[in-house]
């Protein structure tokens, strides 16, 4: 009978290596080992990243960074909640409003905003979160804290937007909320020049920008029940804005809203340096 000790001496014969390699280990970790590390690493900064962010985070093949999730039992942290439907405007008629945004997509920032507001219980009272997107860049360009959801609430919110971007959009998108069908609302949008869309009522999907947003914006800000003041609360809803714009890559565009922003921007500069130059040498030419 052969005895083990000659079987890897042939072995290694055999291979055409030394005897002593069998037994070598590597110092450096597999390569699955530090993937897993650097997934672990992602998850820690955004708790609900998926597999598919986290892929396009590190620039990992999609199908790999499923693997590794499920094999090692990585999971998001924090699990998407839902939306309730505003009851109170269930009951009243349509507006005629086209919905602009099954007409046209937009190509550049500050063609079409959406707006919408969600609500937080925090201590004895309802605090109002409204917001406005644009619809191109998805960057919340606009917001406000309130403890009511009047038409001054959104009305805020608009006008932070134009005060941060310096300008405003032909369109604004919403639901058929009392808030933006009211006359000061509108009367509002004229004065900038702006055009209403509305989505039809009970059809949360046709303003889906938004929705996305609160969806994920309510699951990360995370249990408000750690803030011991409404000064807290408002500070968190700016921060987790903030991330949302900066840091949290969004799925439309495999980056940071603002990051594409940029991106547009110097893509449009670089464009019109292009027809200047086009023109001067058209011109030197005639």
Not at 52 to 75: E, F, Y
Not at 82 to 90: G, P
Not at 156 to 182: I, L, M, N
Request: proline share 4%; net charge positive.
């Amino acid at each position: 009978m052969t005895s083990l000790k000659t079987t890897k001496t042939g072995l290694a014969k055999k291979l055409g290596v030394s005897r002593s390699s069998l037994y070598y280990k590597p110092k450096k970790p597999p390569l699955d080992v530090e993937d897993k590390n650097k997934i672990i690493a992602v998850m820690a900064e955004h708790p609900a990243y998926g597999a598919r962010r986290i892929a396009w985070a590190l620039g990992m093949n999609r199908k790999k960074t499923k693997r590794l999730m499920r094999l090692n039992g990585l999971k998001p942290k924090l699990r998407r909640g839902f939306r309730l439907v505003k009851l109170d405007d269930l009951g009243r008629p349509e507006t005629l409003v086209t919905n602009i945004l099954k007409v046209i997509c937009p190509i550049r920032i500050c063609v079409i905003w959406a707006g919408d507001f969600t609500y937080i219980w925090f201590i004895d009272r309802f605090w109002y979160v409204a917001t406005v997107i644009d619809v191109y860049t998805r960057e919340i360009v606009g917001w406000h804290v309130a403890n009511h959801h009047t038409t001054a609430l959104i009305a805020d919110a608009f006008q932070d937007a134009a005060r941060r971007t310096g300008t405003t959009p032909k369109y604004f998108h919403s639901d058929q909320g009392s808030e933006y069908v009211s006359g000061a609302y509108e009367s509002l949008l004229q004065s900038y020049g702006t055009q209403p869309s509305h989505s039809r009522k009970g059809s949360p999907w046709q303003n889906g920008y938004q929705e996305s947003f609160y969806n994920n914006f309510k699951l990360e800000l995370g249990d408000v029940r750690r803030f011991d003041h409404v000064g807290q609360l408002v500070e968190a809803v700016h921060q987790q804005i903030r991330y949302y714009n900066n840091d949290r890559i969004h799925s439309a565009h495999r980056m940071p809203p603002v990051t594409f922003r940029h991106r547009a921007d110097q893509h449009t500069v670089t464009h019109q340096i292009h027809s200047l130059l086009q023109n001067a040498l058209l011109g030197n030419s005639v």
